[in-house]
């Protein structure tokens, strides 16, 4: 903590203890509270997991579906704006609570300590001498010490109750030897031994110190070293080192290259005396995509490793995915449950998160406790593909992407539908994505073996589909899946709650970022729930946004459901059906998972709401909102609304590569083939870069016709392109042309919207041209009925905002409505869509819900509102707007 800035506040703190906390003596005999185990939290929840086997459950029964419409907030605190005050935003961290006081990364990497009745900050540190760890995923507590990570790979021992640094220690220098990048990860606390993970950096590893001192226990690597053999509690035994093929002539041995990376943070089973890891994929000799050099299974990556609590010694392992070169890794926080399985009672591990599997293990031997099938698979032999790999009986996820036809009226479409061209899916003269033989794919034939008797003599985008240097699509990615978000397992329902994102990845061995998500997709998302016994998919609720980036859900005894949006929402749900009951905007994305907990006999939810900015880029709302909810809470914001504004609009389609160019500046003619409109080199010639079509976002009004040119020597005298190349519009299937070098073909946009289209001689150059309205005002045309907007509440809190809000506008003759209709709020980047419009001679008819209204305007009594909608007049379409002032009273 920083002198001077904010002084520790201390305050006497009744101890809450819930029903399924222990109480240990700590050293010196001081009295502490050990987290849960595999019991519900009560009236804390000291982990980042909830318990100790992160079931993100708690036994608190206050808040039920009989009153969630009387759930308002109590309190919000900007954790920045506290001393030392900073303006960063952003932050993945999930909140823990302990004796009533909240405990959290900030979004600068600072810890900060909050009163969890009245939100107010007891303290806030900051290191000096050293920089914070600016991303965080959660702190622990114990033994009166709250722990995080810091810069130079340091763990950091606070005092719970005054933020003062109790210790520092770089257990690198420790060990002697190089643990990774300890940063980003939450750290566990569990009976006086604190974990921490690496999140980077060469073969990285988990790491195990005292808390008492900070003192080194030990660490064990995602790539261990040649020669030593682990044999597990079963009797079976691995040199894991030698997974990772021979040394290489130069000396490099890819195990200890670069490893595999423990992203998240473990699970603990003080009953086994068990602490849970998984390592993610393969980072290693030359990149993560290619093989060729580490054939073997490249043991422990992606694996689940079960280690001594104490001692580090290993005791089993499971790998989920062999040889990985997809980044496909299963790292989300292990959780544990006791469950019944065909009428036995079974101490179990769920594991898997990006592959969309769900692989339940016994948590004592590591054997699959539910049936696991080794399937064939096609392999590359460039790559050195593992020829199975482990699929569970029962799926989360499709296991393939779907070849949807080019068609208006499937747009978007399916989730996991796929973009055209790649892997050779070519739409035909009807839209339908028919597999071309002939197409780029060809190239790599001689290297594929396909498993006997299969079913195909192509890949079709499904799961581990192999690649080498050339695109190809699959599902469901290193940024979909579970990635990272925590599940939940509910005592009552027997159910686990697993939130996923869509996004299909294009592999080649240069890919960046382990992987292009195909630019023009929609990335979506949301929650299933399966039965745990089973592994059967029991509801699936696809909300329309990414959850698989730290929105993992919590779940209560009175079957609730409580998960954060990256477009600012905090949703409440049935947890038995996935019904959304209750709805609450923050004002920014939350990527993290809410908690509950009980201070002077009132439950309360926590959330913090900052943002990040996985998958949608700078299009998310970031911020560093910590906020409380109970029955009854009366809080509300300068707008005079419990809620804060919507979020500006999320990018859900992946966008292009490149800065939009106005249409009348290249005379609205759009290159294929080419990244350069001037260079005449041979490099330029035929691109498949993804930023290949020149421009890749070019901006005309509606009406414009649109030239598409395959460059030949009349453009380029030099170096023209010598392969046809297409246009492929999509996913509306607009239009398709293929042209040889020197063709050209046009296209008139009549309709306002963003239009995507790629190529089918190497399907990464991607462009879009976005066609807008030009706007005419109609001063005067805009009245609200009445001209006084009342959005009070009849019970005072936010749900008790309803009822429409009526508008008419008056229209020019000859306007026929083209669209939806919009109002443009003070205090929202989101327009507010209208709930019914309609028109009426010259008249159009709108109403707008007083709900969506109301946390988006302030009170007052002159606040203007704008009405944008388009029209079709005369055969074009046209965009009007009108703006009214009106009174809003709350």
């Not at 008419?808 to 919009?822: F, K, M, N, Q, S």
Request: proline share 8%; hydrophobic share 35%.
């Amino acid at each position: 903590m920083k002198p001077g800035t904010l002084a520790p506040i201390l305050f006497a703190v009744a101890v809450a203890v819930g029903p399924s906390t222990a109480v240990a003596s700590g050293p010196h005999g001081v009295q502490q509270a050990e987290p849960p185990g595999l019991e519900p939290t009560g009236a804390d929840m000291p982990t980042v997991g909830g318990n100790l086997a992160n079931q993100h459950y708690s036994g608190l029964r206050q808040i039920s579906q009989r009153n969630i419409d009387r759930l308002g907030p109590v309190w919000r605190t900007h954790v920045s704006a506290v001393a030392p005050a900073s303006d960063d935003v952003g932050q993945q961290t999930t909140p823990i609570v302990a004796d009533g006081v909240i405990y959290l990364d900030t979004p600068g990497g600072e810890v900060i300590a909050v009163d969890g009745r009245t939100g107010a900050p007891r303290w806030k540190w900051a290191p000096e001498g050293f920089a914070t760890a600016d991303t965080r995923r959660g702190v622990s507590i114990g033994q009166g010490k709250v722990y995080t990570l810091a810069d130079g790979d340091r763990i950091v021992a606070l005092d719970k109750d005054t933020g003062e640094q109790v210790w520092v220690v770089q257990p690198a220098v420790q060990a002697g030897v190089d643990l990774g990048n300890l940063d980003r990860v939450a750290t566990v606390y569990h009976d006086g031994v604190v974990y921490a993970h690496a999140a980077n950096g060469d073969r990285a590893a988990v790491v195990a110190v005292r808390a008492a001192d900070g003192g080194h226990l030990w660490h064990v690597f995602g790539g261990p070293d040649r020669g030593t053999v682990y044999t597990d509690v079963n009797g079976d035994s691995v040199d894991a080192g030698a997974t990772w093929g021979p040394v290489l002539p130069d000396g490099t041995q890819c195990n200890l290259e670069g490893g595999a990376t423990p992203w998240m943070h473990g699970a603990v089973d003080p009953g086994l005396g068990l602490y849970y890891m998984t390592f993610g994929n393969p980072r290693s000799c030359r990149s993560s995509q290619d093989g060729s050099l580490r054939p073997g299974d490249n043991l422990f990556s992606t694996t689940m490793v079960a280690v001594d609590l104490k001692t580090g010694a290993y005791r089993w392992h499971y790998q989920s995915i062999r040889h990985d070169v997809w980044d496909m890794d299963n790292v989300h926080p292990p959780t544990l449950a006791d469950i019944r399985i065909k009428g036995q009672k079974r101490k179990v591990v769920f594991y898997g998160s990006k592959s969309g599997h769900q692989f339940v293990l016994d948590r004592a031997t590591g054997k699959p406790v539910l049936p696991v099938a080794d399937k064939p698979m096609i392999v590359d032999s460039r790559q050195h593909n593992a020829a199975t790999q482990p699929f569970p009986a029962e799926r989360l996820l499709p296991e393939c992407v779907v070849w949807q036809k080019l068609d208006p009226r499937t747009v978007p479409g399916d989730p996991w539908r796929a973009v055209p061209n790649y892997n050779g899916y070519q739409a035909d003269a009807d839209g339908d994505l028919v597999f071309d033989p002939d197409s780029y794919v060809k190239a790599d034939e001689p290297f594929l073996t396909y498993p006997q008797g299969s079913p195909t003599d192509h890949r079709r985008g499904c799961m581990y589909d192999p690649q080498w240097n050339l695109p190809i699509l699959s599902t469901t990615s290193q940024n979909g899946g579970g990635d990272w978000s925590n599940n939940s397992y509910s005592h009552s329902t027997n159910l686990v709650y697993y939130p996923y994102g869509a996004n299909p990845v294009a592999h080649w061995n240069g890919a960046a970022a382990n992987g292009q998500r195909a630019i023009g997709q929609y990335q979506t998302g949301g929650i299933l729930a399966y039965d745990a016994s089973t592994g059967k998919v029991r509801w699936r609720n696809h909300l329309g946004t990414d959850m698989s980036h730290g929105q993992g859900p919590l779940t209560t005894a009175t079957d609730l459901l409580f998960a954060g949006q990256i477009d600012g929402r905090l949703l409440a749900m049935d947890a038995r059906d996935g019904d959304v009951l209750w709805d609450f905007q923050t004002g920014s994305g939350i990527a993290g998972a809410p908690i509950t907990y009980m201070v002077d006999g009132e439950q309360y939810v926590a959330v913090l709401a900052a943002g990040s900015t996985n998958p949608y880029g700078g299009s998310v709302t970031q911020g560093d909102s910590l906020w409380a909810f109970k029955l009854g809470g009366a809080y509300t914001t300068e707008s005079g609304s419990q809620e804060g504004p919507d979020t500006a609009p999320l990018t859900i389609r992946r966008p292009v590569q490149g800065t939009p160019v106005e249409g009348s500046t290249v005379n609205d003619t759009v290159y294929l083939g080419r990244q350069n409109r001037t260079a005449d080199t041979a490099a330029a010639r035929d691109s498949t870069s993804q930023a290949g079509m020149n421009p890749t976002h070019l901006r005309v009004p509606v009406g414009t016709t649109v030239t598409f040119l395959n460059p030949g020597a009349e453009t380029f005298p030099n170096f023209p392109n010598q392969l046809p190349h297409c246009a492929t519009q999509f996913f509306e299937g607009l239009f398709n042309p293929r042209l040889n070098p020197g063709e050209r073909f046009e296209f008139t946009f009549d309709r306002a919207g963003e239009y995507y289209f790629n190529d089918c001689t190497d399907p990464r150059p991607t462009g879009k041209i976005e066609v807008y309205a030009t706007p005419r005002d109609l001063p005067g045309a805009l009245r609200f009925v009445p001209s006084t907007i009342d959005l009070g509440s009849r019970t005072g809190i936010f749900t008790g905002v309803r009822g429409p809000v009526t508008a008419t506008l008056t229209l020019p003759a000859g306007h026929r409505l083209d669209g939806d209709v919009e109002l443009r709020t003070p205090l929202s980047r989101s327009p507010v869509k209208a709930t019914h419009a309609t028109t009426a001679g010259r008249t159009l008819i709108v109403t707008f819900d007083r709900a969506d209204l109301d946390n988006n305007v302030p009170a007052g009594d002159a606040v203007p509102l704008t009405l944008v909608a388009n029209f079709r007049h005369a055969g074009d379409q046209r965009q009007l707007t009108s703006t009214a002032t009106v009174r809003i009273r709350k």
